[in-house]
């Protein structure tokens, strides 16, 4: 096989979002039958340069051949991903205008999740460029539920059916991302270790993610972000980030020590421990425990 | 077309789209905006003539309107100054105070009053001469003339003079004061709330709303205090406040003018009832048989600095909260006996 051919394929398999080995069952696959097609045309007396052209040529162009494939596993994933991203533009659209003509306020940040809204869109529709890969999607969601929480959280009217959309909004893009991480193109014991690890963590993740966005919204509100709170918040995010890479690589690999990393779980179970007992219920635990439950939240301590 | 040209197009599209939606909303806005815009800041006299304070590129002028004629010109604040509390002392006499206003540290909470420059300056109408009544550091809020004793009385925070202000350690110092000569005597700060709605009575006294804790407050008592209004003779040391509105009453007072036969003021009236939105009105109360009488039904929640230049006359200031967009204000004429409502043009 010619490196031309060979950078083809991977192009290919590379595009869908699928662990190594079927990435490669994939490329064996794909192989057989671009060979065969080669070797069709060499029988017409073509050379080997010009049947390996015609061969890819005929094949198809390898962006839609891997977003095809992708669809397959994932069926209307393209079409979910269309409707996300233009309803919640025109969510932000509809509420600034309304804005803008009820109160005469511009409110330009509205257009801050535009952002995301572009990424979501452009992973929608894109045939084109080779990283349609679920790690980007899925940052691109977080990104779009963040952005839309933040910027576009319907303040400025009280109706049900506002607040209805907002949230659908919202649920939208959290199903898209647990379907995004759960989509594997087979089911085995490997794959199955991987979807509960991307369950759990993602549950996690979002669980952290309310209970320190609450705490940095009530710093925000009758205080000041001091960075040294920056600092103290995104350590539970980094632990998160590694146990999550550990365990996904672990499993990537079948490794014997997949199991004994669940136990790295309970650094989530000692946080929200930590972030609901000192605070919310600090009469059921000595004072000591309370001082030591909220050093897992506030590491790093600076006193003026 | 092509998957790259479709793509490009989209983002294209959707982000150009977001650039002419922000180009609108600037017109729209700029369009709408109204400068000079009244700051909600006013007097009226008997006759019915105004003081109103508007503000201009950061800059905020004090005008006198007579018969609703066109606006003369009285005074322009320093750049990023503020014209407070302008009154009317005479016929042709007003006098008002320009500060610099709060410092403010990491975010709104955090302000500092110390610092603030003030000066009370008192105006002819006539001849628009103009004189310093006193100047100080720190906060000043209002300031009441009481005309049967010819003295100035003013509410501040944090307020010193002739000597360099320093930090305050905690809290603000809020308290009432009497301008003499230029200085500023302190003759009450009984309370951790800037005394409201200060007004003069024909014989002298002092009219003013403050929590019924004052003089004996902690910090348990300010959540079950209530704004009651009291009276005073100002030329009194110590200040004997003595309690003028219904001392059973449990909603707290805002605001009140006084009418012909006692007080009208401005309270909740689902206070024990609330469900999310205070319901504001105005009440009359009588001091003759000490008793409130039916509510206004203005209905209207920001509803503020009432003032009634005759007994069946009211004026007050509607604020209209736009969204995170700041305040706009609107002065109002209100007839009592006729329910009419006229809103006037302060920038005719």
Redesign the interface.
Known sequence: MSAKMNTYLLRIVNQTDCPKEERQDMFDEMYDHLTLIKQTYVEQGYTEKEAEEMAMKEFGHEATIGDGLQQAMFPYRRELLLILALGSYLFVCVQYFSILFVENVANYWLFMPAIAHALILFFSLNKTYIVNRKLWLNLSLVLHLLLMFVFAFPHFNDGLSWHIVFYSILGGTIFLIYRTALTYSFGNSSVIKKRIIHTVNITIGFLLLIGIGFILFAFLLFGDLHPILLLNMSFPFIIWGIVYAIQIRLANKSSKWLNICYFLWIYALLYLAALIFPIYLPELLASDLNDLLFRVIYPIQIFD | M???K??LL??IA??G??FL??T???F??SS?ETEPAFTGVYDVNAKEDLLVVTKKDNVETLSFQKNNDHNVTLFDSDLDAYLYSPIFVDDHTAAFIETTGYEYR??Q??KIAEFAYRTIYSLDLITNERKVIAKARGVLLDLVYIPAKEQFIATGEDISQNVEPQKAESGSHSALYLIEDGQLAEIYNGSYMTPSSMQATEDGTLMLILPDDQSNWTVDTMYEAVERIYETDPTEQPLQLELVSNPDKIEPITDFVQVEDGLLYQTILNYEDYDGVFDYDLVPFSLVNREEGKRLGLNENGIEYLRAPGNDILYYVNRTQ????GNAFSLHRYELETGTIDEINVTP
């Open positions: 092509t998957n790259k479709t793509l989209s983002l959707l982000f789209s977001c939606f922000m609108v909303g600037f729209v806005t709408q990491d975010n909470y955090d736009a969204y995170r967009g």
